[in-house]
């Protein structure tokens, strides 16, 4: 199946599974906004408490705190975010749509390689087996040509971008002759800077002391935090602060579903250390991470680092974790080596010290910080998109399943009567009521079992359990397990530890090395 129609089939499953909804819906929906269902809040909760667990209890010095959205609007001015968290924006004069310039810039640069994939198909098409594509890349005059023309033009769009050019950024979109695709016209406007916070008033006043941000990253409330945390938790550097929260952006182009929303989570860390060791400790979390992630089992293959050539003036050193999404290689997260940039801005705006007593070294001095920031939504878009299968069965059949992670799925068991009657459902019922402390149950006597297993195959329901007329008599069921559909009678006193061992997080978090 093409990658695209694989993403159109999640987005429709989401939404008749229960696992997302556009937003306000009845309304005809609020771009860029999306609500969790009964099936996706609990796959989300259970990403987040994957990472929550993997920082918090599998970290001595790495303790959580969960700060307010609202924060005093200094502290947007001290980290940059008033002054520079802005995208250059272009409007088309004919179809009044506005886009992001860099956007627009970096799908032009998508089409020369999509342009060279082409060739590189063709040619396998047609030397077969005796295809070398090294060589082909290398060689070929018209992959030459495509490779030369996006190469010059990421130079120039680099160049651009971090000279803050804007005049430059429109001149290459027209050189390029970038069309908009809807009006497929180049009446383009200047570009503009476009601030991504949202603001909001607090309060009755009138006065500009009343206007406040709604966070654009849950970071800050970290940094303004570490002291009191520091000081109440009596923490040693090297000592980090996690995080799990909502965050709001304005984005102009939010598209690709959860990947880009205007309201999303985020699960940040701050790992506060001695200034001169953040290059190891940038190694360290850069391993660390990858290892959390690949933990799933999606497969090595399918996760890759994305150095920063571009720093931001704070940084000095920048990765992303990229997924392959079935719309490419995308980012879930970033790692950032951010200095003593925003806890040495704080300190300025603010007026007071926020340094740090190194008792081992007798001195004071102001943190250094590895930051690791993951989205919720990108990662359940990840995840949801990876487990999506249809299989075809013997007799012609075709099955949706979700293989999610068994600790990830949102129900673990699915515990459904053979029939309506007969003490059947009273049976089904002692059985959940029993397992329903240990992790999360579903009842189902609705259609055949043939159907109810599709439905439980849909959300990624590992187990499904049933019960017959021989269960009455000696206490046994059928287990069936959702990738293989294998099924096995088991004592019903049995259950419980077969199923608690594979579906809890502690078993995620066992695996990680
Ligand atoms: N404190 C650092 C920070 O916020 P970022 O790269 O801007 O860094 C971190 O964001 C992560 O937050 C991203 O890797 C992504 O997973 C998620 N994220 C950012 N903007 C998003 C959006 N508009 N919609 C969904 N997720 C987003």
């Known amino acids: 199946m093409a990658q695209e129609d694989v993403f159109k089939k999640v987005v429709s499953h989401c939404k008749e599974y229960g696992f997302v909804f556009p937003s306000s819906e009845i309304y005809d929906g609020l771009a860029a906004v999306y609500d969790y269902g009964q099936n996706g809040v609990e796959l989300k909760n259970n990403i987040k408490q994957y990472w929550w667990q993997s920082m918090v209890l599998l970290h001595e010095n790495i303790v959580g705190i969960d700060s307010a959205i609202f924060m005093h609007p200094t502290i947007w001015k001290a980290s940059g975010h008033v002054d520079a968290f802005n995208d250059p924006l272009i409007d088309n004069r004919d179809s009044k749509k506005r886009y992001r310039a860099d956007v627009l810039i970096e799908d032009q640069m998508a089409k020369y390689d999509e342009k060279i994939d082409k060739e590189v198909q063709k040619a396998r098409k047609r030397f077969g087996e005796s295809f070398d594509e090294a060589l082909f890349r290398e060689t070929n005059p018209r992959v030459l040509e495509h490779k030369q023309k996006r190469d010059a033009l990421h130079e120039r769009f680099a160049k651009a971008m971090n000279d803050n050019d804007l005049a430059e950024l429109r001149q290459i979109i027209i050189d390029e002759e970038i069309v908009c695709p809807i009006s497929g016209t180049r009446n383009w406007t200047e570009v503009r800077q476009f601030n991504l916070m949202f603001k909001t ?46 965050a709001f952006r304005n984005e102009i182009v939010a598209r690709q579903f959860i990947f880009r929303m205007r309201e999303f989570e985020q699960m940040e860390m701050q790992f506060f250390i001695k200034p ?75 007026g007071k010290s926020i340094k740090y007593f190194d008792p081992e070294l ?31 069965l013997e007799g012609g059949e075709t099955r949706v399943v979700l293989r999610l992670p068994a600790a990830l799925a949102p129900v673990k068991l699915a515990v459904m009567p053979l029939v309506k009657k007969n003490g059947l459902p009273e049976k089904a019922q002692e059985i959940i009521n029993d397992l329903r402390f240990h992790f999360n149950c579903q009842y189902d006597e609705k259609d055949s079992i043939g159907k109810r297993y599709r439905r439980q195959d849909a959300i990624g329901t590992p187990y499904c359990v049933t019960v017959d007329f021989q ?43």
């Open 201 to 246: 008033e607090m309060g009755s006043t009138a006065d500009a002391a009343s206007t406040i941000y709604l966070r654009p990253e849950t970071a800050q409330g970290i940094f303004v935090n570490y002291l009191n945390v520091q000081k109440t938790g009596h923490m040693k550097i090297p000592f980090g602060i996690a995080q799990i929260g909502k």
């Open 276 to 350: 001169g060791t953040e290059l190891d400790w940038f190694a360290k979390w850069k391993t660390w991470r990858m290892a959390w992630h690949q933990n799933l089992g999606f497969g090595a293959e399918n996760y890759r680092f994305h150095d920063h050539d571009k720093l931001a003036h704070y940084a000095n050193a920048a990765t992303d974790i990229e997924f392959n999404m079935p719309f490419g290689f995308k980012e879930v997260e970033g790692i950032h080596s951010r200095t003593n940039f925003d806890l040495s801005q704080h300190e300025k705006y603010s």
């Open 362 to 392: 007798n001195e004071s001095y102001t943190p250094y910080v590895i930051e690791t920031s993951i989205g919720v939504d990108r990662m359940f878009l990840s995840v949801i998109c990876h487990s999506y299968c249809e299989e075809k």
């Open 471 to 513: 269960s009455l008599e000696d206490d046994t069921v059928t287990l069936r397990w959702r990738d293989s559909m294998e099924q096995k009678r088991v004592k019903i006193s049995e259950l419980q530890g077969i199923i608690e061992d594979n579906v809890t997080i502690t078993s995620l978090l066992k695996k990680l090395k």
